[in-house]
Each structure stands twice: as structure tokens, then as C-alpha cells.
Antibody
Framework: EVQLVESGGGLVQPGGSLRLSCAASGFSFSTYWMSWVRQDPGKGLEWVANIKKDGSEKYYVDSVKGRFTISRDNAKNSLYLQMNSLRAEDTAVYYC????????????WGQGTMVTVSS | QTVVTQEPSFSVSPGGTVTLTCDLSSGSVSTSSYPNWYQQTPGQAPRTLIYSTNTRSSGVPDRFSGSILGNKAALTITGAQADDESDYYCMLYLGSGIWVFGGGTKLTVL
């Protein structure tokens, strides 16, 4: 079964750091671009970052540039999001998602992990 | 900053047809924007409906269709059913590796 499972969410104080992980299974992870998408509870989706299949290209939404880093370990079939200098507005459910090989769309999504930034 | 605008809410009768749109503040939506459409029900992860303007994702009923209408991307649901009641999000490619979601449309079927 093709699956993405996020972990690492939790409560963190403003200015703190957190590292999210996404474990992929059921497909050839190194073949796919991957992404992080977040959603403030009760609000809309926001694309956060993309990473190329070999990690050589990374793209970010302006609001997280310089604070968040997307990375991957293809040997471990894992995607990561290092989040530093966290702000209250980073509070959201963070989804790991896979880009389709043919489609330019996110075709597989994890169930998400909640990040709460609060003092 | 580029903003992608969708209708906040829409209502359709069972069996009816509804068209949701996706507009770009900085210009026109085209096929080069690779419009995607996602459906999300409360507590669930999004599901891909349409990609690259008008291609249905695997398993998506043919009552869902995508297009470019004027300067906007559009999602049309023909013969709406009760379980189509969901939130719908478009996603556009802005270039230079950057993507953006619209604010979403809450569709009510009643």
C-alpha cells in the first residue's frame, strides 16, 4: 500500500524549533518530488515547500524562507521539514505529499501532524 | 504578493450543475498554470480531483470536469450528489518552482 506517515508535531514556544518527519512506503521514494503543505485548523491549504527527487532543488513559500528547510533521505525513504524561529502563525496541520510522476499534482497525502506554536 | 481567489461558498441542488472558479490576482490563469483541484472533507487529507487543467485523477467520477473559463480555472460538477458536499481547493503554478493554493470553496448540496 502506498503510504505517507508524518510525525514530529507538537507544542513549541515562539522562537523554538521542531523537525517533522514523513515516512514513505509502498513506492519508489527516490523517484518522486515531494512536498509539505500546511493547514491552519478550520482554514485553507498552504503550499510550504517542494524538494526534487535527488534533493538538488528546493522551493519555499516566502513566509518560511530562511526559517524552514526541507530535506530528504532516499536511503531511509524519508522526508523532513526542519522548522526554526517558529511563530504563532506557523500553527497548523502539516501534510507530507507526493507529486505525481506524470501529473503536476499532489497525488498521495499523509494524514498530517499538528504543530502548535504557543507560549 | 500573488493571491488566488475562489468563491468562499457555493450551494447546489442535488442533480444540479455548479461551476467553481479560481482566479489569479497577478494575471490570467492559463494551461501553463497547471491548475489542480482538490476535494477535502472535514478531518481528512485532500484528494486530487483534476490536474493540468482538465485531467481527472484515477477513480474520479466523470461528473467532475476542469477547464479554463476566460481568465480563470474552473471546476464543474454536473449532476451534484450529496457526498460532493466538501471543500474544494485549486492550486496554481506561479513559475520558478512556486505553487499557491486558493482560499477554498465550501460547497453545500441541498
Amino acid at each position: 500500500e502506498v503510504q505517507l506517515v508524518e510525525s514530529g508535531g507538537g507544542l513549541v514556544q515562539p522562537g523554538g524549533s521542531l523537525r517533522l518527519s514523513c515516512a514513505a512506503s509502498g513506492f519508489s521514494f527516490s523517484t518522486y518530488w515531494m512536498s509539505w503543505v500546511r493547514q491552519d485548523p478550520g482554514k485553507g491549504l498552504e503550499w510550504v515547500a517542494n524538494i526534487k527527487k535527488d534533493g538538488s532543488e528546493k522551493y519555499y513559500v516566502d513566509s518560511v524562507k530562511g526559517r524552514f528547510t526541507i530535506s530528504r533521505d532516499n536511503a531511509k525513504n524519508s522526508l523532513y521539514l526542519q522548522m526554526n524561529s517558529l511563530r504563532a502563525e506557523d500553527t497548523a496541520v502539516y501534510y507530507c505529499a507526493r507529486w505525481g510522476l506524470v501529473s503536476r499534482a499532489l497525488d498521495i497525502w499523509g494524514q498530517g501532524t499538528m504543530v502548535t506554536v504557543s507560549s | 504578493q500573488t493571491v488566488v481567489t475562489q468563491e468562499p461558498s457555493f450551494s447546489v441542488s442535488p442533480g444540479g450543475t455548479v461551476t467553481l472558479t479560481c482566479d489569479l490576482s497577478s494575471g490570467s490563469v492559463s494551461t501553463s498554470s497547471y491548475p489542480n483541484w482538490y476535494q477535502q472533507t472535514p478531518g481528512q487529507a485532500p484528494r486530487t480531483l483534476i490536474y493540468s487543467t482538465n485531467t481527472r485523477s484515477s477513480g474520479v467520477p466523470d461528473r467532475f470536469s476542469g477547464s479554463i473559463l476566460g481568465n480563470k480555472a474552473a471546476l464543474t460538477i454536473t449532476g451534484a450528489q450529496a457526498d460532493d458536499e466538501s471543500d474544494y481547493y485549486c492550486m496554481l503554478y506561479l513559475g520558478s518552482g512556486i505553487w499557491v493554493f486558493g482560499g477554498g470553496t465550501k460547497l453545500t448540496v441541498l
